[in-house]
């Protein structure tokens, strides 16, 4: 079984790439990010419906107050992650690029907690509901980087019963080793955390996946979770290892059929950092108002993992280390790979935030140009680990040949940037399938109303 | 598409609006400014450019030995070929008002492998012309590089064949008879001396004429002096291409599958694999001409496809034609054939299953 698996992950055609991985924050434990002045929280940190701000302007506010939810059930309330007063309720820069609500609240800095926080009673006594609701209050959400509401994975259909949950701790970007230090610092916590995915669910199993290059963080794990009876797994290190569905292959050999969650396949996949979270919430009722994350790269003076306050400036984050060195190159907001590089300091950190990554201008220069010509390497193909040809969608996107989309699957790219990575004439392939996507749907979209019109008549 | 560099100022800072209406862009310090782009914002070191680079110094070996054993007339083919490729590419890209980029190698390299394919006592005019047509005919007439069918050096050598066959057939140190000679003694020599002199080698291929193994398999392997300038040395082409698959540059399976295939065939026909293998221009072109990458298909399985293809063509050339010599026209005809293989070998995406008929009909 061992030996099967690490065959799969050395297999030619198993696809994926090995960037270095520059753990270089590794060591250094995770210490209190700064107290900033002012926080900026987003209304909008995860994946669905948008909240709704529940605070108005000169509203007192405390730590873990509930300040935006919605009525979608795929949504996530967010909370205060500072005692103060709401200044304002503007359209804030947000991480993804585009401009969001955020409510501004000013911190007095005393950290005061709301009298909503306390324990809930005996947590080995709390129902699948009770734990949904719980975690749904706690405003948990995918903390790997997509921000999937925690509380709808944790409520599959009847019908697709769950047997495995995977405990994601393949932290396979570079840089970025938040995860790896909570599961050294956190472990019991993080267990716990599983072990209240697993009753929600009803899994009969539970594995905790980590790739082989993070032997302290297995050990951990093991001491901490196979009293319990989990299961800790060594994974190969390659990108992108923790990907939902290539981790869920890794472990299963079962592949996620298309267009559907590992859920079809029995299983669900939770990050380290989202164990973590569920555990605050509901042993010590505390919201999800901080987070871990790694700030390295070689464009600021002190690598950390921090916990940082959800609404903190990225600025006052690099302040906190350090400031940058060297000339401006990319704040990237996530890992290298998947993250994005951001045009201002001024993004606040949301629930999704893994990790800052900065590179400094110095570095970027040295980087060669490419001849954009695709020279047929067919190491796009190679590298895609959802068997993609990456060359085709690029150059049927880049011509506009929308409907040529649909047969090469572009749907199914993760944009885990394997492609883009080892292209030797640096062809911005990611950048060039997201324009397809848009268009593909675009078209789509389009064709439908087309379709509905002519029916009309 | 480069990086673009964006004012982290806010907008009105940056942009004012004067009164024809018409937006100006003030100039900003270009040191305020975050670089943005799309997502990985890292990439593997390997450039086209670099893996030019490392396919050239994988054949260096073969080609100082080639030289060696070619005498200084080898060089003087070799440099005329390289200096033919690299002057058409640049004229070319200058005619057709693109970027001149010969420092990509490309051309560079295809001059060499065209050379390589070469007898060492051409008259220098000849691989000068072979580099030309390799460039302008194989490459630059369809695009530019990555959108060739065909194997430009290959191209270049089968257009010096067809033109210049006499002098491609008879250029060498030592005709490929006296090959059979040397190593064979074989008392009917007689009958063959009057034929083509490949045309021994062929005789031997098709198990006509046969040879005790050790005395051809060393010089094949070490120092053949009867054949072209990159046919000198076995062992130093697998060396070259254990530089390659080192450095990942190639697919193991071409080589492995093309050789394989031409072995396999050729036991069938109860010639020798072992001679069938390393005689003749199989090993280079097997590790060099159809592991080129834009003329190749892109997936694995159509790799294998591809070289199978690629061998069996070798094979049907070596004992079924005129000629003793197929690698050449197989990869060139399986070059063809690449967009086609392209077209209907495609990996199977991740989560999806070939569907069973049952559930193709429950779906209808």
């Known amino acids: 079984m061992e030996l099967a698996r690490k065959l799969r992950g050395i297999l030619p055609g198993s696809g994926g790439v090995h960037p270095p991985s520059q753990k270089i924050a590794a060591d250094m434990s995770i210490t209190p990010g700064p107290q900033p002045a002012e926080v900026f929280i987003p209304l909008s940190q995860h994946l669905g419906t948008p909240c709704e701000p529940l605070v108005a302007k000169q509203d007192r506010v405390m730590v873990g107050t509930r300040i935006g939810d919605s009525e979608g059930f795929v949504s996530a309330p967010v909370h205060s992650s500072v005692s103060g007063e709401v200044t304002g309720i503007v359209m804030h ?106 009753r929600a669910v009803g899994a009969e199993r539970v ?33 992108p290892q923790g990907a939902e569905k290539t981790l869920v292959d890794t472990i299963t050999g079962k592949q996620v059929p ?28 505390m919201p999800l108002v901080e987070r871990t994350l790694t700030v390295a790269g070689d464009g600021v003076a002190r690598h950390a993992n921090l916990k940082v306050k959800i609404g903190t400036l990225v600025e006052d984050v690099i302040d906190h280390c350090g400031g940058l060195v060297g000339g401006r190159g990319k ?70 040949m929308w409907d040529k989309l649909e047969d090469l699957n572009i749907e199914d790219c993760m944009e885990c940037g394997c492609c883009a990575y080892g292209c030797p004439t640096r062809n911005p392939l990611v950048q060039l399938c997201k324009v397809g996507k848009e268009g593909f749907v675009r078209k789509r979209s389009k064709m439908e109303a087309l379709e509905r019109a002519g029916k009309e008549d | 598409m480069p990086e673009e560099t964006v004012s982290a100022e806010k907008e009105d800072e940056s942009d004012s609006t004067d009164e024809g209406g018409k937006t100006t862009r003030r100039v900003v310090d270009d040191s305020e400014l975050f670089h943005i782009g799309v997502s990985p914002h890292l990439r593997d070191k390997d450039t086209t450019t670099r893996i030019m680079g490392w396919v050239i110094v994988a054949l260096l070996p073969l080609t100082v030995y080639g030289v060696y054993i070619g005498g200084l007339h080898a060089f003087g083919v070799v ?90 057939t008879t250029s060498y140190l030592l005709h490929p008879q006296a090959a059979v000679v040397n190593t064979a003694a074989i008392k009917s020599i007689d009958s063959i001396t009057k034929a083509t002199p490949l045309f021994a080698i062929g005789l031997v291929r098709k198990g006509e004429l046969t040879l005790s193994a050790s005395k051809y398999i060393k010089p094949l392997l070490f120092g053949n002096p009867w054949g072209c300038i990159g046919e000198v040395s076995a062992v130093l082409i697998l060396l070259g291409l254990a530089i390659l698959l080192i450095k990942r540059l190639v697919d193991w399976r071409i080589p492995v599958c093309f050789v394989g295939t031409v072995m396999l065939l050729s036991l069938l026909k109860g010639s020798n694999p072992w001679f069938m293998a390393l005689s003749g221009g199989l090993l280079l072109g097997a590790c060099f001409m159809a592991t080129d990458y834009v003329t190749n298909p892109m997936t694995g399985w159509g790799k294998v496809v591809f070289a199978v293809g690629c061998g069996i063509v070798t094979f049907v050339l070596r004992f079924y034609s005129k000629m003793p010599e197929g690698v050449m026209f197989a990869i060139l005809l399986m070059n063809g054939f690449t967009p086609l293989i392209d077209r209907y070998i495609k990996p199977r995406p991740f989560g999806y299953k070939v569907k069973k008929l049952e559930e193709k009909e429950a779906e209808a």
């Open chain 1, 258 to 285: 298309h267009g559907k969650l590992p859920m079809e396949v029995g299983a669900i996949v939770d990050n380290v950092g989202t164990a973590a979270a569920i555990y605050d919430a509901v042993y010590m009722g």
């Open chain 1, 207 to 239: 594995v905790v996946a980590i790739e082989e290059t993070s032997p302290q963080a297995i050990n951990a794990m093991r001491e901490a979770g196979g009293p319990l009876g989990m299961e800790v797994v060594s994974l190969p290190a390659r990108y």
């Open chain 1, 93 to 198: 820069p947000h991480p993804t690029g585009e401009d969001s609500l955020a409510v501004v609240i000013k911190s007095d800095r005393l950290d005061t907690l709301d009298s909503a926080v306390k324990p809930h009673g005996n947590p080995d006594e709390l129902t699948p509901e009770e734990i949904r609701r719980l975690v749904r209050e706690g405003g948990i959400v995918g903390m790997g980087g997509a921000g999937f509401p925690t509380h709808v994975k944790l409520s599959p259909p009847a019908d697709k019963p769950i047997e495995l949950v995977i405990i994601n701790g393949a932290e396979c970007e570079p840089y970025l080793t938040g995860d790896y230090r909570l599961m050294l610092e956190r472990g019991e916590d993080v267990v716990k955390g599983a072990r209240l995915i697993q």
């Open chain 1, 331 to 400: 704040v990237i907001v996530g890992g290298p790979m998947m993250g994005i590089a951001q045009y201002t300091m001024e993004v606040p950190v949301t629930k999704t935030t893994s990790g800052i990554t900065v590179l400094s201008r110095e570095t970027m220069m040295k980087e060669e140009p490419g001849s954009f010509t695709c020279i047929r390497c067919g190491r796009c193909v190679k590298n895609c680990p959802m068997n993609l040809m990456p060359y085709l969608i690029g150059a049927y996107a880049d011509k506009g």
């Open chain 2, 79 to 168: 440099v005329m070929s390289i200096i033919g490729a690299v002057a058409a590419e640049a004229v070319m890209q200058r005619l057709l008002h693109k970027p001149i980029a010969v420092y990509d190698l490309s051309a560079l390299l295809t001059g060499l492998l065209l050379a390589l394919t070469l007898p060492p006592r051409l008259p220098m005019w000849i691989p000068f012309i072979g580099g030309v047509v390799a460039i302008v005919l194989g490459k630059q007439i369809f695009g530019g590089l990555g959108y060739n069918i065909f194997n430009p050096a290959l191209v270049g050598r089968a257009v010096l064949f067809v033109s210049w066959s006499s002098y491609m």
